[in-house]
């Protein structure tokens, strides 16, 4: 229950709010006559010997209950006699025009007079408990007069601080707001964002599975996927980026598209008579390249596979007759195999494909950053020797168009860079007995004898979830000469040669 609150004007107010008065160690006590409790404090008005003084001393408590005749209440608070008197006194809030509300001295006299143990419930009479609620006597009057207004301390908002009307109004004035437009709210649309928000609650090692899975399906064509422990996926997180083109770094120029050429096929090319198919060097006779497989897919023909050598392939493209829309174009379709990066234990990560592979089938491009024979150098001094990702491009070393162009002592071959950025062919491992080539591929620009791709095919049919492997030194010599610094292959094949390369790579990198 609320306890009555009133405002009485005049010298003095007391309020009489209880059926009976407490005393100052907290015990209640019974009175039949009110008392009248008086919180003015002042001494002017009153004869010297009544004046209360609120204090915790046993010996100041006995004035503070006072009977001044000219303390009368002037209104006077019948309570129920049940009353909780600590709960309604907190309710008790009366202005006072000293500043202070009396609710605050009154609570103050409680502080005071509440013991600390409290004591048991009193029992309850009728009866009166007075409270004289202090009006300024005239020494105080006379000290208000002299006293200034107190300044609000400046909170942000005020006018004289921040003058938000004029500047508001300037504002108008110079037209800076933009004017405001109508919109039908109803055909709002919303742009909801394609990627799901990773949980909240999500584990460092699950956002970084999280993160790889992201990157993998940036790659072109059909899903890429992972398969490895924590510690794998972490590492090839943090430390790879799947590339979908060459990645070309400084000084590092594509030939001029002004001089590319085509075959002048109209219509769909004949490989008995397209400018793209090569001749044999020794011969006039055409290097075969694709043809259709037995359920329509364009592969490279078993001739083309059993090749020790592979031959650059030119596949047909906008210089040419047919506009680059004939057989004669694998490379250029794209990836049609899903593939899976997944840990092959002692041999590191390797690739593989959920999917089977026919005989022929074009898998993807190696992939990564192009750079300068110097640089390349310079990078693999600085790496550890065990791990390679470098290939040149020199496919072209003895072509005579290069010949021609850069001249017989040409080295500055650019090199593909697959350790930091890359496809994920990087991810192939070698085998002695391998079950896919590669070989390069020019698809737009015939002249650029420099930058081409290096393509993964298959070389038979593979079954779906095999690794896919190819020879890293397709041009060793066949003798079981052993380089002690050599990284020893572990394909674990019959016919493995015991080493992946000679140590002295320099002289005649991948490819
Ligand atoms: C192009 S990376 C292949 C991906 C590599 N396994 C990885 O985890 O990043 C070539 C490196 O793989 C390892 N490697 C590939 N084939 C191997 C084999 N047959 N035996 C041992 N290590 C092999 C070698 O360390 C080699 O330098």
Known sequence: MRAQTRVIPGPTVTLSMAAQEFSLDGAFESRSTPVIYDLTGDTDSEPENAVPKISSHKEDRAPFVSTLPHRRPSATFRLPQKRDIASSSEDISVPSRHGTPITQTFLNLKATSQPKTPSPTPSLKRGNVEVVIP????????????????????????????????????????????????????????????????????????????????????????????????????????????????????????????????????????????????????????????????????????????????????????????????????????????????????RGLGLRSPDPIIAGQFIDTYLGEVISKQEADARENVDDKNQSYLFTLDHNRYDGDVIEMYGEDYDDFYVVDGQKFGSPTRFMNHSCNPNCIIAPVYTTNHADHLVYYLAFFALHNIPAGTELTFDYNPNWDGSNKIDPNAVKCLCGEPNCRGQLWPNARKKGRKA
């Open 135 to 346: 009006s300024p006597s005239q020494r105080q009057q006379k000290l208000f007069k002299t006293l200034k207004p107190v300044e609000p301390l400046p909170n942000g908002f005020s006018d004289r601080r921040f003058p938000i009307e004029t500047e508001e109004t300037e504002k108008a004035a110079r037209r800076a707001y933009p004017k405001v437009r109508n919109v039908d709210r109803s055909v709002i649309s919303f742009a909801l964002s394609p990627r799901p928000m990773p949980h909240t609650s999500i584990t460092p090692v699950q956002s970084l599975r999280y993160e790889l899975n992201q990157k993998l399906k940036r790659i072109k064509g059909p899903e890429v996927t992972f398969d490895m422990d924590d510690e794998k996926v972490a590492m090839l997180s943090a430390n790879f980026g799947f590339l979908n083109e060459y990645k070309l770094q400084d000084g590092i120029t594509r030939a001029d598209p002004g001089f590319n050429a085509g075959c002048t096929c109209s219509g769909p090319c004949d490989p008995a008579s397209c400018d793209c198919v090569e001749m044999e060097e020794d011969s006039d006779n055409r290097i075969y390249t694709y043809h259709p497989s037995a359920d329509g897919q364009i592969v490279l023909r078993s001739d083309f596979l059993k090749r020790k050598r592979h031959p650059r392939i030119l596949e047909c493209n906008e210089a040419c007759g047919c506009r680059g829309k004939c057989w004669n174009t694998a490379v250029q379709r794209g990836r049609s195999v899903r593939l899976q990066i997944f840990d092959t234990g002692g």
